[in-house]
């Protein structure tokens, strides 16, 4: 079965991160996809310090392989959360939207494997620099805030300005995404819209269906006008969002519009006033499996891939 | 070397096309890449059909080896150089914005292999249907006219839609991004921005610098608005039009904005006036060289990260 540096750096099965979804990826998900293997992340988002606490404790209490926090470092609670996984002996941390320099002396001192999530070189180099464990370049395709560069261009350009692990992220949901991945680089990857549809992915039933019926062309990305892009189903949510940027709707109305429109997709399934994050490979998940069961799919088939690679320089 | 089905399929030595860019790819390039062992292909673009003729003739006075004409649908031209290509006896065409099933016929009758670019599985169905020779999968990290879908989740897709052979295009300026297009399925791959540096690439010295000098963020995709996004190089001109775009000009003061701009940015060079074309990958771009140096590197590279993979199965 198919192992990387990844593997024995975090002690992990298979190189297989699940993405910290923010309002998705909370303990039981993150417990799921560690025992299957992987690594389970817990979604800090801009939730309060304890709720984190709780979900760390979710997760210890379903399974004792390593198990990581993301952390959106615009929350109000990133100081607090920062504190907590240090506290509670997280193994992974991973970071998003911002740069974590100022948390990287504790959090090594804690032991804790410090993996930034970037889109761009000077990210990778920087956060090279600050002592990151490895990094998670993350192309546009995927779901939520999004960088520009896709994932095909994004990792060969990070691997050639890093000497850390990379692991890919963004429109990898099944095997072949991981071959293509190592390919470009990676010795990991990370999938966040392929664990949507899994077992112990607690969103609402409306929002798992949507993923798994999406087609192709089922995502787009808003708030390209304020700054932060954000890839989510083509609702009418989503339609209305970009009439209204580019209608020339005034800032903090476009603002005041996105409002708790992510809590209301996962927990109410409203396709009016809901956002439903998703990365463009939503019309790959064709089923709800357990969270293990997705690992293994994926790792396996990728494997089949990697086998065959040789036939094309014979 | 590496081989696949598609250089049976076309007479040609490596799995590699050249993109056919308006107003940049000529009988000169086409010829140059053709005689390097991949598919040259000469753009019509918006050109008279007698513009056409003019550049198979020279590119057959280069090379004896097949050549290719992109057809871009929409052009005004369309039927002449659609007639043109089967007089000429062009080996493939390739086809862009749009469905040239009405042409399918003439063409097949002619002995032409007719491969159109596609960005979505819907298409990939019909073009399937119609009688296609194979398909390139475009994704949205290409330069010029884009869609919506990437590379990484474009290329899957497709082959899970067709039994056709599939050619990757879309970020790919090295060995990697072949290695990683095999993974996921395709059986060769489309370069545009790659070539641009080619010796044989007769745009203006200030664009092919500006490739050669471009970094990682270096393009960025205006045209959204009027529902023909391109993606170019962030110039002056990016920058002016984008703001244009959300700023509520009228379409027809924003449809004239762009008017002109390729043919000044490949024949003049302005920075000002001239919309430069590119994929995402030009940062992957170094240096000028020979056509058939391009190809022999890239296949080589593509060959020795293909013999690594099956270090991940151990």
Redesign the interface.
């Known amino acids: ?4 540096e990844l593997c024995e750096l975090l002690g992990i099965q298979y190189p297989v991160f699940q993405g910290g979804m923010a309002w998705i990826a909370d303990g039981k998900l993150a417990a799921a996809v560690s025992d299957g293997g992987g690594l389970g992340i817990i979604a800090a988002g801009n939730a309060p310090g304890e709720y984190v606490r709780e979900q760390i404790k979710i997760a210890r209490s379903l399974t004792d392989k390593p198990i990581g926090v993301n952390i959106m470092l615009l929350s109000p609670f990133a100081d607090d959360v920062a504190q907590i996984v240090t506290e509670e002996k997280v193994e992974v941390v991973t970071t998003g939207a911002g740069n974590p320099s100022k948390y990287m002396k504790a959090w090594k001192e804690a032991g804790i494997k410090v993996i930034p999530v970037i889109a ?3 990210m990778a180099k920087l956060m090279t620099r600050v002592g990151a464990s490895a990094l998670i370049a993350e ?3 995927s779901g939520g805030h999004v960088g ?7 990792v ?2 990070i691997c050639d300005a890093t000497d850390l692990p990379v692991i890919a992220a ?3 949901a ?1 095997g ?2 991981v ?7 990676a010795c990991g990857v990370q999938m966040g819209t392929r664990f949507l549809s899994a077992k112990e992915c607690t969103i609402h039933p409306d929002y798992k269906e949507k993923i798994i019926k999406a ?3 089922c ?2 990305v808003t708030g390209k ?1 304020l700054g932060h892009p954000v890839r989510s189903l083509r609702t009418q949510f989503a339609r209305n969002y970009s009439k209204a940027e ?1 209608g ?1 709707m005034p800032d903090d109305e476009l603002e005041a519009l996105a409002t708790g429109a992510l809590r209301i997709a996962v927990q109410e399934g409203d396709a009016e006033k809901g956002c439903f994050l998703s ?3 939503a ?2 998940v064709k089923k709800e499996q357990p969270a293990a069961e997705i690992i293994k799919e994926v790792i396996e088939s ?2 089949q ?3 065959k ?2 036939k ?3």
Do not use: H, N
């Open positions: 079965m198919i192992k990387s761009s070189v000077a192309g546009g395709e520009e560069l896709t994932t095909m261009v994004l060969p350009q963004g429109g990898i099944d072949r995404g071959a293509a991945s190592f390919m470009l680089g087609t192709d062309l995502t787009m006008r580019y020339g990365g463009q490979c019309a790959m990728a494997e891939v990697l086998l690679a040789s094309w320089t014979d």
